[in-house]
Each structure stands twice: as C-alpha cells, then as structure tokens.
C-alpha cells in the first residue's frame, strides 16, 4: 500500500477532442483549463502534495504562431483568474520551464501568482512550461560547472539546480489522448516513474479518471533494481 507524493501529468489531447466535435483547435485547449480545475481540486482531495502538468513543451513552438500565441494568453488569464481561489485554498504555484523566454505579459503574471503563493502549505501545482527535460538537464548541468568550476560533476550537483530543487520525483508519470511516449517531459527525474496511459482526451478527464489511477498506483511494486 502506497499513495501517491507526486503525479505528473503530460495533458494531451486538446486539439483531437475539439477536431472530434468540429470545433477549432483552441476550444479544445479552453477546456483543457475545466478539467486542470477539476484535477486540482481532486489531487488536493486525495492528499496528493504535488501535481505537475505540462503545459507546453519545448517543441510546441512548432505550432503556427496563431495557436502558441493563443496558449500563453490562455494560461494567462486562465492564473489571473484563479489566483486568488489557489491561494485561499493554500495552494503553492509553481513553474518549470525556461521562462525567460516566454512572453513578458505571462512571466509578469507567473511572478504574481509565485509571489502570492510561495508561503501556502498545501498542493505544490507545478506547471511546466516551455520546459523540455533535455534543456533542464543542460540548464543544470552549466550552472554546477560554473559552481563547481573544476570538480567532477555527480547527481547531486544536478539536483541542486534543476528548475525546482527539493522536490520528491514523480511517482507516477501519465499521459493522456492515447499516445504513449515522453515526449521530452521530466527526463531526469521520471527515471523510475511509474507509467499510466488512458486513451482519454485530456479535456474528457476528471476526478474519478484521477482516483482511478491512486487505486491503480497502490497495486504497483515498485523494486527501484532491488528485490
Ligand atoms: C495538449 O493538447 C496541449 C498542448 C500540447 C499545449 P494538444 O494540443 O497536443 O492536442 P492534440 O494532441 O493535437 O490532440
Ligand atoms: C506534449 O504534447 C506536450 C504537452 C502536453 C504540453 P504534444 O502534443 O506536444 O506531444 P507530441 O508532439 O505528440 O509528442
Ligand atoms: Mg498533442
């Protein structure tokens, strides 16, 4: 029997469930934000302290200008209005990600909603964004040398500087829309996740699709390459 610490969650699938019903792509992504709400509220239930969802990768600026721009006013909007009820319920926002490379009208919004929260002692929210594992392991890997200087590089020195140090690794990595791959998501950390798939589109997934997987989660074994 265990629960789960830390679930980290790649939210796909936005563009098909719109496609499905005929709509555009974006409406998609707008309901993409009900079922983050919904899944907040839900990993808080449960006694999840830390719940990371990707947001936008990396590689998502391969997208037309149109749906990128669309995303970072989206999550925007989406943190100034949910600001204030995250706090009251003693949520901690954090993010992952190169964010100096985002839009300054999101990393002004990101600053706010980091600063109202860094003191609340219950969910970690953790959004990733414009965050590629291969980058963070890079972004940290230069930082210990510059630390280090001539020293032998070992994990520690990386942990140290990964985008949010002190945090356990996820138990548990899922993926939703059917697709199963990482797609450049937690590549340091998720070494010994555990992996969920669900052919669900992300904006069809809620609370019982999440309590599935704690149920799921304590029937695992988990060795770590011990007996
Ligand atoms: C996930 O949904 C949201 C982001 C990657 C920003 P998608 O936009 O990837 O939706 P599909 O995979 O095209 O259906
Ligand atoms: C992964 O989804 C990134 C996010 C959910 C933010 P993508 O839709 O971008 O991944 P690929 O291109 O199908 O691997
Ligand atoms: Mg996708």
Redesign the pocket.
């Known amino acids: 029997m265990q629960n789960i610490k830390h679930i980290a969650i ?3 699938g936005n563009g098909r469930w719109a496609k499905k019903k005929g709509l555009p792509r974006i409406e998609g992504h707008k309901k993409g934000v009900d079922a983050i709400k919904k899944v907040v509220r839900a990993a808080d239930d449960f006694g999840i302290k830390y719940l990371t969802l ?4 990396t ?2 600026w391969k997208r037309p200008k149109k749906e990128v721009e669309f995303l970072f006013r989206l999550m925007e909007s989406s943190l100034k209005k949910e600001a204030q009820d995250l706090h009251k319920n003693n949520v901690r926002v954090l993010f992952a990600g190169r964010i100096n490379e985002i839009p300054l009208f999101l990393q002004k919004t990101i600053e706010e909603i980091k600063k109202l929260t860094c003191k609340n002692t219950g969910l970690n929210l953790i959004f990733a964004i414009n965050y590629g594992g291969r980058q963070e392991i890079i972004d940290a890997l230069n930082k210990a040398m510059e630390k280090y200087k001539n020293k032998k590089i070992d994990i520690n020195m990386i942990n140290k500087f990964l985008y949010i140090p002190d945090i356990p690794e996820p138990d548990i990595v899922v993926r939703t829309s059917g ?1 199963q ?1 990482m ?1 450049n998501f937690l590549t340091w950390q998720a070494i010994y996740s555990e992996l969920y798939f669900t052919d669900k589109f992300w904006p069809d997934f809620g609370r019982s699709d999440l309590k599935k997987i704690c149920d799921e989660y304590k029937r695992r074994k988990r060795r770590f390459g011990g007996l």
């Open positions: 790649i939210m796909d990707y947001s936008f990768s590689e998502n697709e791959r797609s």
